[in-house]
């Protein structure tokens, strides 16, 4: 699992690329994104932001991948809606 959080200064930049991790994961925040899938997926949304972001980046633009190993994953404290979303649901 990992976490990507961004912050574009340009609205439709900030848009495209919350579209483009909504293929990929969920969103927590506004601005926060989480992707549980493999190493693979994280080097491709690498590689995308490298080639479509980055060359367009300013001084106020950020993007922060966080990887989350297996063993941290168990110290994440959720609260609110987000504890709900780990818990299995069932229906009958």
Same mark, same amino acid.
């Given at each position: 699992?990992?976490?990507?959080?961004?912050?574009?200064?340009?609205?439709?930049?900030?848009?495209?690329f919350s579209?483009?991790?909504?293929?990929?994961?969920?969103?927590?925040? %506004?601005?926060?994104?989480?992707? /549980? @899938?493999?190493?693979? $997926?994280?080097?491709?949304?690498?590689?995308e932001?490298?080639? &479509? %972001?980055k060359?367009?980046?300013? /001084? @106020?633009?950020?993007? $922060?991948?966080?990887?989350?190993?297996?063993?941290?994953?168990? &110290?994440?404290?959720?609260?609110?809606?987000?504890a709900?979303?780990?818990?299995?649901?069932?229906?009958?």
């Amino acid at each position: 699992m990992f976490i990507v959080a961004y912050d574009f200064e340009d609205t439709r930049r900030r848009s495209k690329f919350s579209k483009f991790l909504k293929k990929f994961g969920r969103r927590l925040q %506004y601005s926060v994104f989480e992707i /549980k @899938n493999s190493q693979r $997926v994280l080097e491709n949304i690498a590689k995308e932001i490298d080639m &479509k %972001y980055k060359p367009y980046f300013t /001084k @106020n633009d950020s993007i $922060v991948i966080i990887y989350v190993c297996e063993a941290c994953k168990t &110290k994440v404290k959720r609260y609110g809606y987000a504890a709900n979303e780990e818990k299995p649901v069932v229906f009958f």
